[in-house]
């Protein structure tokens, strides 16, 4: 059975003051007994400060971005060992706003993937597909190319544990979900995919959904056979809002 997995990526939100009240808030709300997996992924900035908050609680740390050099003269950058050093656990990958206003293609992307499965981190590979292509029929053909550049340079092994993250990009932030039904025909295709490399390990596969789930969504996606948990955006904010998709999630096991 996959364990289920909330992964709340905070984008660029936060402070000081409003990283601890979320976390202090989280640590009490959250019942440690459920068999799911919480992670957030809060700006650079705060990932060793959080890291070392977290340490003895059951929720994870992961960065939202990552270098996929491995370290050097590179401004700017943060590298995969230096994530793993302040003791994030995973890391988002390709995500849509990275691809959309960072210009990052599928073979960086699969580069960022090798990076941080090099360090012991976790990738989060996020995949998914705009309205015009959705509209023009080529969801399966946009996430089948996008996990295809990761499987051909990482191979299948990886995916026993690295995660992958379905993320319509028509449905992050806009409040329009995809319905249980269009998630879990993605999911299903993406299980596939993997399954044509390696039925077992695809089998073991976590594929979260994200793109506005909230409270009152998170049941009935979770309730797909395919939908492992959820990669939450805007509602990672708010502490009650994230418990209540969490305790979906806990439901789902
Ligand atoms: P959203 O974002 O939940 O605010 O739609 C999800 C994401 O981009 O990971």
């Known amino acids: 059975m996959r364990r289920p997995m909330v992964a709340g990526n905070w984008k660029m939100h936060g402070s000081e003051a409003a990283n601890t009240a979320l976390l202090t808030e989280l640590d009490l709300r959250l019942r440690v007994e459920w068999p799911i997996d919480v992670a957030v992924f809060p700006p650079f900035v705060y990932l060793a400060d959080i890291a070392r908050r977290l340490r ?69 590979l996020c995949i998914g597909e705009t309205l015009e292509e959705r509209e023009a029929d080529k969801t399966e053909a946009v996430v089948a190319r996008q996990l295809d550049a990761v499987l051909a340079t990482n ?30 025909a993605v999911h299903a295709f993406v299980r596939r995919r993997i399954a044509e490399q390696n039925a077992n ?28 948990g959820g990669l939450v955006g805007g509602a990672s904010l708010g502490a009650e809002e994230f418990n209540e998709i969490c305790a979906a999630a806990a439901v789902r096991h």
């Not at 993937?113 to 976790?122: E, P, S």
Request: proline share 4%; with cysteine.
């Open 201 to 228: 390990i695809a089998g073991q596969t976590r594929i979260l959904y994200g793109g506005s789930v909230k409270a009152a969504n998170a049941a009935e996606l979770f309730a797909m056979p395919d939908i492992d």
């Open 56 to 124: 003895d609680s059951t929720i994870e740390v992961g960065a939202q971005n990552v270098c996929a050099e491995a370290g050097g003269a590179f401004t700017g950058e943060v590298a995969a060992a230096m994530l793993k050093d302040v003791g994030c656990a995973l890391v988002i990958v390709g995500h849509s706003e990275r691809r959309r206003w960072y210009h990052e293609d599928d073979a960086l992307v699969a580069r960022k993937f090798a990076a941080a499965l090099g360090a012991g981190l976790t990738p989060v």
């Open 155 to 184: 191979g299948t092994a990886p995916f026993a544990h690295a995660i992958v993250a379905y993320e319509p990009v028509w449905a992050i932030g806009t409040g329009r979900n995809a319905s249980p039904a269009q998630a879990q």
